[in-house]
């Protein structure tokens, strides 16, 4: 099974997936299903902290991290127990059975991956220079959500590791506990204590050691995330420096998924060490060296009667410079104070976490509620200096205006579903500097706008453009302090005249042809949602009639839509359909894919802004809700050469992806809004387990836990432009989110429970509401939603047209009508 960074990579290497892998048994916690914490380290009483669960996502494919990080910070300060292979692109499986050490840089639930930097590991005895093998198969867990099955080799999360020698440890199960801004493990190979907390940009760790003499720090400059478990982690540049007897600096220039980013790094111990040894290539330098350069560098800093008391490091890190780097460790960690340190951390999150506060009987939906919104915090990470210095696109170093912060880390074709919604509403002042660094990296970057940015450089990961809905969502829902003026004349170069992936074939025959480019199909349906976007910045621009010729073009949908057999399809450039042609498979020719982490059963249901017109091309409103319907019940088989990615299987709707998150929304868009209801109640809790495996599908820095947290709410973007969301099934009791201005939005539902999903009534501010929708601008002027729920379906709510949610800027009752060439 093909990876997507293996197959963008034309590898073609095969990803093995593993045995059906059972429920995993909720983690450390007490009577009320909740965490456990450290000794000594609860939250205060009352706070919503205490929901959140570190250790969901960490097994299966969610590729999530338990380690301390601070709500977007720079700084993911997090053990490492592999750094190879699919499953290791957080640095982190909860079965993987021995530690690494740890390092400051880590991605939350992505399928691709990099990072892993500056890792330290504290150990005695002899300096083992290399981590040992992980002891297992070089092949990937299967997960409960897993869509395709996998031949060859399985891991499941009972599968029994025997790590080979080297520095790394197995550790204590019991003894690993977490929490937002703190992390503890005890490594019981050398019987160790280790700590873990950050800043914004740095991190503090604290280790407590128990056997007598003399120990050291392992510090691995040459670790960090590879693809390839044969080929090391390719790095160059790379230099560490001793200053005196406390402080290591270094820096290195890696080339993995993020080509050519560079990393600083400084480091502080608190104990004086007696010796510092330098390595390069496993070889150790002359006696005295204190500065080395070359590829693979490595430290040993010794600590004399190690047990003494506590060893604390802490390390800044920056993308600008070694100064850059102390700078931010001496101004974000002036003392030794690492209690201290972790509850500021622990306060920052809750305050975050208390920006929706919510109700429910149920302990399980408040440990996921919270546990989902934790890790929509986690991305954008922080990407300036604490003086405003940043490595840009451009790979130079530039400063950021007065009083806003750079960012990095966007998986756009994610977040823009979910994520970025939700962050308009609970995050709102924290969005003009989000969009402003996307304006800036489009400027900065050689190759135009973002599309997967990480660590100052673009990775190409992924199809469309979607930064462009980002910019657009917030000038539409009306955010100021943007710099959209710099922003259009980008954008409207991109949609009109580069040459970039397949966009001459689509400006030229309105489709991109699956016989002349990869992921064909998947690409026209995602620029036609992009057309979209760009046509809004348009308007603003005052270019009415290139507004107009773009949302015309973003009907181009319709070129690859087959009504013989209401299925998108892939199509060859002289206009013929594509065969060999399969709703299941991925694509005609074993040279490529025609659909992105998707197939034509999903990607049939893409259309996200023209629901209306589109449906006109099925033979009208009751032929597309029997399809939608059918994707939901047909066969969940998936043929053996289906990426990873596709899981969460519910028919051919793939959950554990991010394409069809909007699709049991669309019901609404057919007058049926109590099949969302049904849909959306059944997702939530079937999708979205307590556990390890509690992710169908990669968390994807922020968007399978953000359609959770919508979802809950009872609100969904399906067309996050047009800023209205759909409603759904209210999982809560009772939500209050504060809003800009200190304003407060407030959800109520009434006769809610496991059994009742359905909306009956609903009032706004204690008037009827008979709509299936709400714009933005009437949420965020607050006020109180209140869903009245039962047993049975109301099938009127929502079926009148004029409550249906428009689509293309106008209500369900205008007339549309495309053909399908």
């Not at 931010?328 to 809750?350: G, I, R, Y």
């Not at 490595?391 to 530039?398: E, F």
Request: negative net charge; aromatic residues 10%; glycine residues 10%.
């Amino acid at each position: 099974m093909v990876s997507r960074r293996q197959f963008l990579q034309g590898m073609g290497a095969l990803a093995v997936l593993g045995s059906p892998l059972p429920a995993f048994a909720t983690r450390f916690a007490d009577a009320t299903g909740v965490q456990k914490q450290a000794s000594g380290l609860s939250p205060r009483t009352g706070g919503v902290s205490r929901y959140v669960d570190l250790f969901i996502g960490t097994g299966g494919h969610g590729h999530t991290y338990p380690g301390a990080s601070m709500p977007f910070g720079m700084v993911q300060l997090s053990p490492d127990t592999n750094d190879a292979g699919w499953d290791a692109s957080s640095g982190y499986h909860q079965a993987d059975g021995s530690i690494m050490g740890f390092s400051h840089t880590h991605l939350s639930g992505t399928g691709a991956a990099d990072m892993l930097d500056v890792l330290v590991m504290p150990a005695q005895g002899p300096v083992l220079l290399q981590p040992g093998a992980r002891g297992l198969p070089d092949v990937n867990y299967h997960s409960q959500f897993d869509g395709a099955p996998g031949p060859g080799p399985q891991l499941t999360a009972n599968s029994k590791a025997h790590p080979g020698n080297g520095y790394r440890s197995r550790f204590d199960r019991a003894s690993e506990h977490a929490r937002p801004g703190y992390y503890t493990v005890h490594l019981t190979d050398h019987d160790i204590l280790a700590e873990l907390t950050t800043s914004m940009r740095a991190g503090m760790h604290r280790y407590t050691f128990h056997g007598k003499g003399d120990g050291h720090l392992l510090v691995d400059l040459a670790h960090g995330f590879h693809d390839d478990y044969k080929t090391p982690c390719k790095v160059t540049d790379a230099q560490l420096r001793v200053i005196g007897n406390d402080t290591l600096v270094g820096s290195r220039h890696v080339h993995q998924w993020a080509d050519g980013r560079h990393i600083y790094f400084a480091m502080k111990v608190s104990r004086p060490f007696s010796q510092a040894t330098l390595y390069s290539e496993d070889a150790a330098a002359p006696s005295g060296t204190s500065e080395l350069k070359g590829t693979h560098l490595k430290a040993a800093l010794h600590i004399d009667d190690v047990a003494r008391e506590p060893v604390l490091v802490k390390v800044g890190i920056s993308a600008v410079d070694i100064d850059g780097a102390l700078r931010n460790l001496e101004t974000e960690m002036p003392a030794w104070d690492f209690d201290q340190l972790q509850q500021t951390a622990a306060e920052t999150w809750e305050r975050e976490l208390s920006r929706i506060r919510v109700e429910t009987s149920s302990s399980r939906n408040m440990r996921v509620f919270y546990t989902a919104l934790y890790h929509t915090m986690l991305a954008p990470t922080l990407f300036s200096d604490v003086d405003g210095r940043y490595r840009g696109m451009d790979l130079k170093i530039h400063q950021v205006p007065e009083g806003q912060n750079n960012y990095s880390t966007y998986s756009l074709w994610d977040i823009y579903r979910a994520q970025a919604p939700l962050l308009t509403l609970y995050q709102s002042e924290r969005v003009p500097d989000f969009v402003n660094c996307l304006v800036r990296m489009a400027e900065e970057s050689p190759e135009g706008p973002p599309v997967w940015p990480l660590q100052g450089v673009e990775t190409g990961c992924m199809i469309g453009y979607h930064s462009v809905v980002l910019i657009a969502e917030a000038q539409a829902k009306g955010f100021t302090g943007i710099d959209y003026d710099k922003a259009w004349p980008i954008y409207r170069k991109r949609a009109m005249d580069d040459d970039y992936r397949g966009l001459p074939y689509y400006r030229k025959l309105g489709y991109i042809p699956s016989d002349k480019d990869w992921e064909a199909v998947s690409k026209t349906l995602e620029y036609a949602y992009d057309d979209w976007a760009v046509a809004h910045l348009a308007d603003a621009a005052g270019e009415k009639q290139l507004a107009e010729a773009l949302r015309q073009r973003s009907r181009n949908y319709r070129n690859v839509f087959d009504k013989k057999m209401n299925f998108v399809r892939p199509r060859g450039v002289n206009g013929e359909w594509l065969e060999p042609f399969d709703p299941r498979g991925m694509g005609h020719s074993k040279q490529w894919r025609d659909f992105t982490e998707s197939n034509s059963w999903e990607a049939t249901f893409l259309n996200q802004h023209d629901l209306y017109a589109y449906m006109d091309l099925f033979g009208g409103q009751d032929v597309f809700e029997r399809k939608l319907d059918e994707l939901f019940t047909t066969s969940s088989k998936l043929p053996s050469d289906a990426p990873p990615d596709i899981a969460g299987m519910v028919g051919q709707y793939s959950h554990g992806n991010e394409p069809g998150h909007h699709m049991a929304y669309l019901y609404a868009y057919t007058g049926s809004h109590y099949k969302t209801q049904a849909r959306v109640r059944m997702l939530t809790v079937t999708m979205y387990p307590p556990e390890p495996d509690g992710l169908a599908g990669n968390e994807d820095c922020g968007q399978m836990s953000a359609w959770y947290i919508m979802s809950a709410l009872g609100l969904y973007s399906v067309d996050p432009v047009s800023t209205n969301y759909v409603f759904g099934s209210p999982l809560l009791d009772k939500a209050e989110i504060d809003l800009t201005g200190g304003r407060k939005l407030e959800i109520r539902t009434i006769n809610n429970g496991p059994d009742r999903p359905y909306i009956q009534s609903m009032t706004w501010n204690g008037n009827p509401w008979t709509r299936s929708w709400i714009s933005h601008a009437e949420l965020v002027a607050g006020g109180t939603l209140e869903f009245h729920m039962g047993a049975t379906p109301n099938r009127q709510f929502g079926a009148d047209p004029a409550d249906r949610p428009p689509a293309f800027g106008m209500p369900a009752t205008a007339a549309v009508s495309v053909d399908a060439v």
